[in-house]
């Protein structure tokens, strides 16, 4: 549920879900997301869901905080629509030229590269939310052994395909990009493509991913197939 | 193939096709884009007897120099800007804000805005761009929207669909004022400062800093002290959030800008302020001065009803 709206500025509504970052409330929110996105509100042009908020952005010449609100108030998401969503398995390949922050991440978690891959292969990932740059899946939650915080210094570079952690969540960058989360591994499969605007992002949330490992020789025949 | 083209003799620094933005996307990650200053996109359309959501080209700092070919049409370009139109025998000092006929071999040549950051020129009729989502509006970033998502770049030729049949002439007196103070509407974070963080937030002025493009303004000059936690988890943003790093330089979030953000937010710039705001160039002196929602609503209704205004007048 809805634990308080405020004003993010005079053009979007804050919807709070709470503070804690667990499954149940994001559910709570991705609930409130496909309702309010079937039922097409007039003058509602964007929302954005995340781990525990939704923001809910809407056009100024249309509408009003105060009749948006008011909607939203009185929207059962409830008893809504089913959170219709998919279980994936993403191919990643851990080879040295990928798995960029591996040093770094033995010594942080002060574990072995093969125990670190034993704690993040072969495990269900919930998406909480996609976003920040297109298509980026933000997933968890990361065995309790696997956290690390981000980079002090974020790279200027982040190669397409990068497969990296931070904290409780891991994610994948969609196409290169600015980013200071830790590199472990690559994956082949193009999680973002623009060119298919019904349905451009391969991991939605509430979908369930599983990362699988392949070795380089997989990765670099992987598109040929 | 079409007999009416442009020829991209120099592109600019930051040149792209922009049109009225996409949206519905923020949950996939894809941004709002489109032209950053709207009022002045919308005067630059109705000046050559555009449909208003129409794509122009918009510039930053040094703009193109193209070279035109085919039948008539009109050309306008609006913001603060210097620029010539060179025809056969002539180069005439070009006027923003008025509507030229160029035809066959007539160059445009934008040779820079004046202490503002963008300008548009719209041609009498439509390009022939590939549009995403509804839009042609290029994200540099994502490589969305026409023209493979990219620049215009050197050589480049654009070819134009359909040239308007009402070629009139058009002209409008106005002027993009300054405004003292960009309004902003106090953040969901506003009580992670310090006090002494908040005062500075609104008494002193920042000033633009160089690292400013289509995705956010960063601002320098004061340190904003944050007393409860540097980061927050992850969530949604706007145009116009003002987040707060740890290094205490706040950064404006502009229509490029990423659609998720873990700093927290100061304050949001108030809408009415937006299409001043992104003129604003590096070196500029910002001062922020609070209202409240109601307040940013009239503002922006009053702003809006100016435009409808300016825009009938044409």
């Known amino acids: 549920m809805i634990k308080n709206i405020s004003n993010l500025g005079d053009a979007a509504l804050y919807c709070d879900f709470g503070n804690e970052v667990n499954k149940s409330i994001n559910s709570q929110v991705i609930k409130y997301f496909k309702t309010i996105k079937e039922k097409k509100y007039k003058g509602i042009n964007n929302l954005t869901p995340s781990y525990n908020k939704l923001i809910i952005s809407y056009d100024l010449k249309k509408t009003n905080f105060k009749e948006v609100k008011n909607y939203i108030e009185n929207i059962n998401a409830e008893d809504s629509i089913d959170v219709n969503s998919k279980r994936l398995e993403i191919p990643v390949c851990c080879h040295g030229n990928f798995s960029i922050d591996i040093k770094r991440l033995e010594e942080i978690l002060k574990l072995s590269r093969e125990k670190i891959l034993e704690n993040f292969l072969n495990k269900e990932y919930f998406c909480y939310m996609t976003g920040f740059i297109a298509g980026m899946p933000f997933l968890g939650d990361l065995d309790e052994n696997l956290r690390a915080q981000r980079l002090e210094t974020p790279r200027v570079k982040v190669p397409k395909g990068s497969v990296a952690l931070t904290e409780q969540f891991a994610n994948i960058y969609t196409f290169e990009s600015p980013g200071g989360w830790n590199i472990l591994g690559n994956t082949p499969l193009d999680v973002f493509d623009s060119s298919k605007e019904d349905k451009p992002n391969l991991i939605n949330p509430g979908d369930t991913v599983v990362f699988k490992e392949i070795t380089l020789d997989q990765y670099i025949n992987y598109n040929e197939q | ?314």
């Open chain 2, 1 to 314: 193939m079409s007999n009416n083209y442009l020829d991209i003799i120099r592109p600019g620094i930051n040149t792209t096709f922009q049109d009225k933005g996409r949206d519905h996307l923020y949950h996939i990650g894809i941004p709002f884009s489109g032209a950053m200053d709207n009022r002045n996109y919308l005067i630059a359309n109705k000046l050559v007897n555009n449909n208003l959501d129409s794509a122009v080209i918009e510039f930053a700092y040094q703009g193109p120099h193209i070279k035109y070919s085919g039948e008539k049409i009109n050309c306008a370009i609006t913001g603060d800007v210097i620029f010539s139109i060179k025809k056969k025998d002539t180069e005439i000092e070009g006027k923003c804000y008025e509507s030229y006929e160029i035809e066959n071999g007539d160059e445009i040549n934008i040779i820079s805005t004046n202490k503002s950051v963008y300008g548009y020129l719209a041609l009498g009729g439509e390009f022939d761009l590939k549009f995403q989502w509804n839009s042609c509006s290029v994200n540099t970033k994502a490589n969305i929207g026409s023209n493979d998502g990219k620049k215009l770049d050197v050589g480049q030729r654009i070819n134009l669909k359909k040239i308007n049949s009402n070629k009139d002439i058009k002209k409008t007196n106005y002027i993009n004022t300054k405004i003292e103070n960009i309004r902003v509407i106090k953040g969901t974070n506003f009580d992670y400062f310090s006090g002494e963080g908040k005062k500075i937030f609104y008494e002193k002025e920042f000033t633009v800093s160089k690292f400013s493009d289509r995705m956010g303004m960063r601002l320098e000059g004061h340190k904003i002290d944050n007393i409860v936690n540097t980061n927050i988890k992850s969530e949604g943003l706007i145009k116009g959030v003002i987040q707060v790093p740890a290094d205490g330089n706040p950064i404006i979030m502009l229509s490029d800008h990423g659609t998720i953000g873990g700093y927290p937010k100061i304050g949001v710039v108030a809408s009415v302020d937006y299409d001043r705001l992104v003129q604003m160039s590096p070196g500029s002196k910002i001062k922020f001065k609070e209202i409240n929602l109601s307040d940013a609503e009239t503002l922006f209704k009053l702003y809006e009803m100016e435009t409808q205004n300016l825009l009938s007048q044409i």
